[in-house]
């Protein structure tokens, strides 16, 4: 069942500082902000999400591995900033 909302002011505040600070440091000091105010309601979101996708289709799937990582893997890419600055989303890893 639905709980309090999800994502709060504090989320998006989070996700422009570290669009700004992207890097090793500042994420691990910040670290516990990520998981209070981006990770763990993400992941509320996907638990409740789950039983409505289920309804549209055997096909589909969401549980706590949907959520993408924030690390990127940045070693083919010019952009080496180690961390998403966006909510890793999970529409790609719900069909399987």
Do not use: C
């Not at 709060?8 to 902000?33: K, S, V, Y």
């Not at 990520?34 to 549980?63: C, K, N, Q, T, W």
């Not at 924030?70 to 083919?76: C, E, G, I, N, W």
Request: glycine share 4%.
């Amino acid at each position: 069942m639905a709980r309090d909302g999800y994502f709060t002011r504090e989320t998006f505040r989070f996700l422009r500082e570290l669009a700004r600070n992207n890097r090793r440091d500042w994420f691990d000091a910040n670290r516990a902000r990520y998981d209070e105010h981006v990770r763990d309601p993400a992941l509320r979101f996907i638990e409740d999400f789950a039983p409505h996708l289920a309804a549209l289709s055997p096909h589909f799937h969401a549980g706590p591995r949907s959520l993408f990582r924030v690390h990127k893997d940045t070693r083919f890419s010019k952009d080496k900033t180690p961390y998403k600055a966006h909510i890793p989303h999970f529409a790609g890893a719900i069909f399987g």
